[in-house]
């Protein structure tokens, strides 16, 4: 899992004055708006015996430990030990992490890691059409969820761009009678990985093919992964002008469970009655690729790339878990393995405030990796 990248954290809608606990990264967060709306991420473990903050409440726009009452603003300062008094000098070291947040497409993004505001990735700007009905326009209708894979998040995400699984395992474009996929290019540079591909078009099943039939251009797909912020924007043009589109943040909540956080558009079908038929396409998807991916052997990706046998056809998914492993070479893998037992010892991902004053810390910070990898896998 990399630190040093932008997570979707939760609905945006969902985060309130009253603290959310979220699980991240194999951390306890917890996130809470203030008394003007501004949304904070800290980390969840109070400094003086380990309470859970996210099971206290906001009082004067810092969370409040359920435990004994220290009080933590939305930089992770504590503000208030009720047992020295209200004239009480707070040690330096009385603090937790708090990590840089952002709202975006209706989500709370987190930035979970310590480079500075200058050297931390922007957001995706990928998703115009949302950002159009937030002003407004009805061309296009949304829907929204999450789904939770048994699965690495790099698997899950090498799933969602993978161009050969669909005619396989997916009932409403799956075509196992022609799976060839032609050759495809990929556009790369420093925050995506994108291709376009097409497929004969297959029939549509229920409401869908009352407007979308087989008498229709090869359906062309464009599929992109954002990097810094890991996540898919993929496009499906079914009968021009009718397409739509998912957008999915990828959460790794541990090594071995990831958390889709997803958002879908059709600018086909746009009244509210549709909603429920959407929703639940979307869901038989994710559904699917589960019975697939939940069980791969070996769960976490193999060290080289030579441990398993790719394709020419798979090198979109390919580049991903190339630039997975440059990151892992840079420093910014966690190892959550090196953290000792975390029955007795609690260790968080670094945030910004350690680079300015490095000592003034209760908790350790989670060692990063040292990567055990061949010069294969990141050529």
């Known amino acids: 899992m990399l630190m040093n990248c932008w997570y979707v954290a939760a609905d945006a ?3 309130t004055s009253d603290p ?24 969840d473990v109070c400094v003086h015996r380990g309470g859970s903050l996210c099971r206290g409440k906001v009082v004067d726009d810092s969370v409040q430990c359920p435990y004994h009452g220290w009080r933590f603003n939305g930089d992770g300062d504590c503000v208030e030990i009720p047992s020295l008094g209200p004239d009480a000098t707070i040690p330096k070291r009385a603090r937790v992490d708090s990590y840089p947040v952002a709202e975006k497409y209706g989500w709370l993004w987190v930035f979970l890691g310590d480079a500075p505001e200058a050297e931390r990735p922007p957001l995706p700007d990928y998703f115009p059409e949302y950002e159009a009905m937030e002003q407004g326009s009805d061309e296009w209708k949304f829907v929204r969820g999450t789904f939770t894979f048994e699965a690495n998040w790099v698997r899950a995400i090498e799933n ?29 540079n420093e925050s995506k990985i994108e291709s376009i591909t097409y497929a004969k078009p297959v029939s549509k099943r229920g409401v869908w093919a009352e407007k979308i039939d087989e008498d229709r251009p090869d359906v062309k797909t464009m599929v992109r992964i954002y990097k810094p912020a890991p996540s898919i924007r993929i496009e499906m043009h079914l009968k021009p002008p009718m397409w739509q589109m998912i957008v999915s943040g990828y959460t790794p909540i541990d090594e071995h469970r990831t958390k889709v956080w997803w958002c879908h558009g059709r600018n086909f079908f746009t009244d509210d009655k549709y909603d429920a038929d959407s929703h639940k396409r979307v869901l038989l998807v994710f559904q699917e690729d589960a019975k697939v991916i939940d069980f791969i052997q070996p769960a976490m990706v193999p060290p080289t790339l030579s441990d398993e046998l790719a394709l020419e056809n798979d090198k979109h998914g390919i580049e991903f878990r190339k630039w997975v492993k440059e990151q892992e070479l840079a420093g910014r ?3 959550i393995h090196a953290q000792g037992d975390v029955d007795e010892m609690v260790k968080v991902i670094p945030s910004p405030a350690r680079g300015k004053d490095p000592k003034n810390w209760v908790l ?3 060692p990063v990796k040292q990567p055990k990898i061949r010069q294969e896998a990141a050529e």
């Not at 959310?20 to 980390?43: E, I």
């Not at 669909?166 to 409403?172: E, K, M, R």
Request: net charge negative.
């Open 13 to 15: 809608a969902d985060v």
């Open 20 to 43: 959310k606990g979220v699980h991240m990264l194999g951390q306890d967060l917890v996130v809470f708006r203030d008394s003007s709306g501004t949304a904070h991420c800290l980390s």
């Open 160 to 188: 969602g761009v993978d161009h050969t699984h669909a005619f396989y395992v997916h009932t409403d474009f799956g075509n196992p009678g022609k799976p060839t996929v032609d050759d495809y290019d990929l556009d790369i």
């Open 333 to 335: 893998a966690l190892d």
């Open 364 to 366: 350790d910070t989670i």
